[in-house]
C-alpha cells in the first residue's frame, strides 16, 4: 500500500516546504508554484526498480537476500507425507540435513524447526519511518526522528532546497517530541521515559570520529572476566533489607549471582555529547520553548496531565517555575505562538482547546473543539488533539487545530484573551500535518498533508473523491477564508507492503495515549476512531 506524506516543516521563512513520506524527505518551492526539489531517503531502505524501499539489517544485507539459497517463494511448510514438487527439487541439498534431522528425531523436532521459520517481510515496527520534523529559524538546519531505529538526524539547508546530512545519532530511547533551543545552537529532544535530552545541533568532529571509529578491545581471559565484570557492572539498587517479598529476594539473588559469574555485561552510553536537562516521571509527548524577558524557558506536557515550564537556561534546565495545571486527559500538542509569546496553546485528550498564561501558570479561557469535530464526524464523543500550529495574517493571530481521524481542520482566531472559532476546513480525508507557508509576494498558503484513505458518508461528497495525492495547499481569499489551491505533484510512491491496519498503527498513535481503562467507565464514549470505519 502506497504511503502518504505524514509530516510537514517549514524551512525558515522562505517557500520551501520539507515533508516526510514513509521512510524518505522531501522538499517543495511552493513560492510561485509547487516544485520539487530534492529527496533524501534513509540509508536502510534501497530503492529497486518498483520504487519499492527493501529493509535491511544491521550489516547492510537484504532481509530477502540473508537466505539467498532458499528464496521467500520457495519457503513453504510440507505436511510429513508431502513429497517436495518439481520446483523444490533444486533445493534439496540445503534442506536434506533438515529433513533427516526430522525423521530421526520424529514430531518434537518438526515443531521446533517451524517456530524457527524466517519472517520474508518485514512488520511495520522494522521500517524506519519519519516521525518528527523541525527546522532552525533560519531554515538552515532539518531535524528529523525515524521512530524504528531511535535515530536523529540533522541535515544541512543549501536554501534552495537542497539537503546535505551532516549526522545521524542513535539516541537511548525513541523521541516522541523534539525541539530547536532559543539559540539555535541544541537540539531538544524529548522521550516517552520522560527525558529531555539536549545535543549540539552539529557535533563536534572529535566526537563524530570518536563515534564512527570502533575502538579495539582486548579479548578478557577467563579467569580475569568474572572479577573485570564484577567490579564495573552496577550493583543492584535493591538490597537484602530493602525487599520485602520472597519472590523479589529471589530475583535479588539471581542478579547478584549473575553479576558474580561475570554474565552482567555493563551497557554501552552513546559515545556523542547528549546532557539530560529535566525529567517527568510520566511519559513526555510534548516539548515547546518560549521566552519572556530575555530568558528562554522549556514547557513541556506528559501523558498524566501535566504542563511544566522550566528554565531554558541548560545549567539551570531542571529549575522548575511553575505550573499549567488543569486537563482532565493526557496532553499531546503545545504551541506558543510567535506573535503572542506570553501565551500557550495545549490540547490532547481533552474535549476543549486550553489557552494559558504560561508565565504564571493561570488558565485563561477554553475553546470547544469536540463540538465542532460533531458537526464532522456526528456520532464521535471525544477528539484526540494531533497538532497545534498559530500564524499571523493582517495583524491578527490565528491557531490552526488538527484533530486525529476527524476529516477537518479547525481555524481560531486568538483575541484578547479567547479563542474564537473562525472556519472549518473540509478535506478529503483525516489531515496528518500542516504547515503554513509564504507564498511570493507575501500572501501565505496552508500545506495540508492528508491520508489517502476515502473518507465516506460526508455532506461535500463530491470534494471527498479518492486521489492519489496527499498533500493540497489552500490560500486565502478575501474574506480570510481558506480555500482550496491546488494540489502538490506526487512523487514515486513507496509501496513498503504495508497492510491497511499496520498503516493506521504507524499514522495514528493518539488515540492510543488515552487511559481508557479509567475514562471509557467515567464517560462511556468511544473516539473518533471507533465511529468510523477504516
Same mark, same amino acid.
Request: aromatic letters at 6%.
Given at each position: 500500500?502506497?504511503?502518504?506524506?505524514?509530516?510537514?516543516?517549514?524551512?525558515?521563512?522562505?517557500?520551501?516546504?520539507? @515533508?516526510?513520506?514513509?521512510?524518505?524527505?522531501?522538499?517543495?518551492?511552493?513560492?510561485?508554484?509547487?516544485?520539487?526539489?530534492?529527496?533524501?531517503?534513509?540509508?536502510?531502505?534501497?530503492? $529497486?526498480?518498483?520504487?519499492?524501499?527493501?529493509?535491511?539489517?544491521?550489516?547492510?544485507?537484504?532481509?530477502?537476500?540473508?537466505?539467498?539459497?532458499?528464496?521467500?517463494?520457495?519457503?513453504?511448510?510440507?505436511?510429513?507425507?508431502?513429497?517436495?514438487?518439481?520446483?523444490?527439487?533444486?533445493?534439496?541439498?540445503?534442506?536434506? @540435513?533438515?529433513?533427516?534431522?526430522?525423521?530421526?528425531?520424529?514430531?518434537?523436532?518438526?515443531?521446533?524447526?517451524?517456530?524457527?521459520?524466517? #519472517?520474508?517481510?518485514?512488520?511495520? @515496527?522494522?521500517?524506519?519511518?519519519?516521525?518528527?520534523?523541525?527546522?532552525?529559524?533560519?531554515?538552515?538546519?532539518?531535524?528529523?526522528?525515524?521512530?524504528?531505529?531511535?535515530?536523529?538526524?540533522?541535515?544541512?539547508?543549501?536554501?534552495?532546497?537542497?539537503?546535505?546530512?551532516?549526522?545521524?545519532?542513535?539516541?537511548?530511547?525513541?523521541?516522541?517530541?523534539?525541539?530547536?533551543?532559543?539559540?539555535?545552537?541544541?537540539?531538544?529532544? %524529548? $522521550?516517552?521515559?520522560?527525558?529531555? =535530552? %539536549?545535543?549540539?545541533?552539529?557535533?563536534?568532529?572529535?566526537?563524530?570520529?570518536?563515534?564512527?571509529?570502533?575502538?579495539?578491545?582486548?579479548?578478557?581471559?577467563?579467569?580475569?572476566? &568474572?572479577?573485570?565484570?564484577?567490579?564495573? /557492572?552496577?550493583?543492584?539498587?535493591?538490597?537484602?533489607?530493602?525487599?520485602?517479598?520472597?519472590?523479589?529476594?529471589?530475583?535479588?539473588?539471581?542478579?547478584?549471582?549473575?553479576?558474580?559469574?561475570?554474565?552482567?555485561?555493563?551497557?554501552?552510553?552513546?559515545?556523542?555529547?547528549?546532557?539530560?536537562?529535566?525529567?517527568?516521571?510520566?511519559?513526555?509527548? /510534548?516539548?515547546?520553548?518560549?521566552?519572556?524577558?530575555?530568558?528562554?524557558?522549556?514547557?513541556?506536557?506528559?501523558?498524566?496531565?501535566?504542563?511544566?515550564?522550566?528554565?531554558?537556561?541548560?545549567?539551570?534546565?531542571? +529549575?522548575?517555575?511553575?505550573?499549567?495545571?488543569?486537563?482532565?486527559?493526557?496532553?499531546?500538542?503545545?504551541?506558543?505562538?510567535?506573535?503572542?509569546?506570553?501565551?500557550?496553546?495545549?490540547?490532547?485528550?481533552?474535549?476543549?482547546?486550553?489557552?494559558? $498564561?504560561?508565565?504564571?501558570?493561570?488558565?485563561?479561557?477554553? /475553546?470547544?473543539?469536540?463540538?465542532?469535530?460533531?458537526?464532522?464526524?456526528?456520532?464521535?464523543?471525544?477528539?484526540?488533539?494531533?497538532?497545534? =500550529?498559530?500564524?499571523?495574517?493582517?495583524?491578527?493571530?490565528?491557531?490552526?487545530?488538527?484533530?486525529?481521524?476527524?476529516?477537518?481542520?479547525?481555524?481560531?482566531?486568538?483575541?484578547?484573551?479567547?479563542?474564537?472559532?473562525?472556519?472549518?476546513?473540509?478535506? /478529503?480525508? =483525516?489531515?496528518?500535518?500542516?504547515?503554513?507557508?509564504?507564498?511570493?509576494?507575501?500572501?501565505?498558503?496552508? %500545506?495540508? %498533508?492528508?491520508?489517502?484513505?476515502?473518507?465516506?458518508?460526508?455532506?461535500?461528497?463530491?470534494?471527498?473523491? +479518492?486521489?492519489?495525492?496527499?498533500?493540497?495547499?489552500? #490560500?486565502?481569499?478575501? &474574506?480570510?477564508?481558506?480555500?482550496?489551491?491546488?494540489? +502538490?505533484? $506526487?512523487?514515486?510512491?513507496?509501496?513498503?507492503?504495508?497492510?491497511?491496519? #499496520?498503516?493506521?498503527?504507524?499514522? =495514528?498513535?493518539?488515540?492510543?495515549?488515552?487511559?481508557?481503562?479509567?475514562?471509557?467507565?467515567?464517560?462511556?464514549?468511544?473516539?473518533?476512531?471507533?465511529?468510523?470505519?477504516?
Amino acid at each position: 500500500m502506497s504511503v502518504p506524506f505524514q509530516c510537514l516543516c517549514r524551512l525558515g521563512q522562505s517557500s520551501i516546504l520539507s @515533508a516526510a513520506k514513509g521512510t524518505s524527505i522531501h522538499t517543495f518551492d511552493l513560492g510561485s508554484g509547487p516544485l520539487h526539489l530534492s529527496s533524501w531517503a534513509h540509508p536502510l531502505t534501497k530503492q $529497486d526498480g518498483t520504487s519499492n524501499p527493501q529493509p535491511t539489517s544491521q550489516d547492510g544485507r537484504d532481509l530477502n537476500e540473508q537466505d539467498s539459497e532458499q528464496p521467500p517463494s520457495k519457503k513453504r511448510r510440507l505436511n510429513p507425507d508431502e513429497k517436495p514438487n518439481e520446483e523444490g527439487k533444486a533445493n534439496q541439498d540445503e534442506t536434506g @540435513a533438515v529433513k533427516e534431522a526430522e525423521d530421526a528425531n520424529g514430531k518434537k523436532k518438526k515443531k521446533k524447526e517451524k517456530k524457527q521459520k524466517p #519472517e520474508s517481510r518485514a512488520r511495520p @515496527a522494522e521500517l524506519p519511518f519519519v516521525i518528527l520534523l523541525t527546522a532552525t529559524e533560519d531554515g538552515s538546519h532539518l531535524v528529523a526522528v525515524t521512530g524504528q531505529d531511535k535515530t536523529l538526524w540533522v541535515f544541512e539547508h543549501d536554501g534552495s532546497g537542497g539537503l546535505k546530512e551532516l549526522s545521524h545519532r542513535v539516541m537511548p530511547k525513541r523521541p516522541s517530541s523534539i525541539s530547536i533551543s532559543a539559540d539555535g545552537k541544541n537540539i531538544l529532544s %524529548a $522521550d516517552k521515559f520522560g527525558d529531555v =535530552y %539536549a545535543l549540539p545541533l552539529i557535533p563536534p568532529a572529535s566526537t563524530e570520529a570518536a563515534a564512527d571509529t570502533p575502538t579495539p578491545t582486548p579479548t578478557p581471559t577467563p579467569s580475569s572476566v &568474572s572479577a573485570t565484570t564484577a567490579t564495573s /557492572a552496577s550493583k543492584p539498587a535493591a538490597s537484602r533489607f530493602t525487599v520485602h517479598s520472597k519472590r523479589n529476594l529471589r530475583a535479588l539473588e539471581e542478579q547478584e549471582r549473575m553479576i558474580a559469574n561475570g554474565k552482567v555485561v555493563p551497557k554501552e552510553n552513546p559515545k556523542f555529547e547528549h546532557e539530560p536537562v529535566l525529567g517527568h516521571v510520566s511519559m513526555l509527548t /510534548a516539548l515547546a520553548t518560549a521566552g519572556s524577558d530575555g530568558r528562554p524557558y522549556i514547557i513541556t506536557g506528559d501523558r498524566d496531565e501535566h504542563i511544566r515550564v522550566s528554565r531554558g537556561a541548560l545549567p539551570q534546565a531542571h +529549575v522548575v517555575e511553575n505550573f499549567c495545571l488543569g486537563h482532565g486527559s493526557f496532553l499531546n500538542a503545545l504551541c506558543v505562538p510567535a506573535s503572542r509569546p506570553e501565551i500557550l496553546l495545549s490540547g490532547g485528550g481533552d474535549d476543549e482547546l486550553f489557552l494559558w $498564561d504560561w508565565k504564571a501558570g493561570r488558565l485563561i479561557d477554553k /475553546a470547544d473543539v469536540l463540538g465542532h469535530a460533531k458537526r464532522v464526524v456526528l456520532d464521535t464523543s471525544r477528539v484526540a488533539v494531533s497538532h497545534i =500550529y498559530s500564524y499571523g495574517a493582517e495583524g491578527h493571530c490565528y491557531v490552526v487545530v488538527i484533530c486525529e481521524l476527524v476529516p477537518a481542520i479547525f481555524i481560531f482566531q486568538l483575541q484578547q484573551d479567547t479563542l474564537e472559532h473562525v472556519q472549518t476546513l473540509d478535506l /478529503a480525508s =483525516y489531515p496528518l500535518d500542516a504547515a503554513i507557508v509564504a507564498k511570493t509576494g507575501g500572501s501565505l498558503r496552508l %500545506a495540508v %498533508a492528508v491520508d489517502s484513505l476515502k473518507y465516506p458518508g460526508t455532506e461535500a461528497e463530491e470534494q471527498r473523491q +479518492v486521489t492519489t495525492q496527499s498533500l493540497f495547499l489552500f #490560500e486565502r481569499d478575501e &474574506s480570510g477564508q481558506w480555500v482550496r489551491a491546488e494540489s +502538490v505533484p $506526487d512523487v514515486a510512491s513507496e509501496d513498503l507492503g504495508l497492510t491497511r491496519e #499496520e498503516l493506521d498503527t504507524i499514522l =495514528y498513535p493518539v488515540e492510543k495515549l488515552r487511559k481508557t481503562e479509567f475514562e471509557d467507565d467515567a464517560e462511556g464514549g468511544g473516539s473518533a476512531r471507533d465511529s468510523v470505519a477504516l
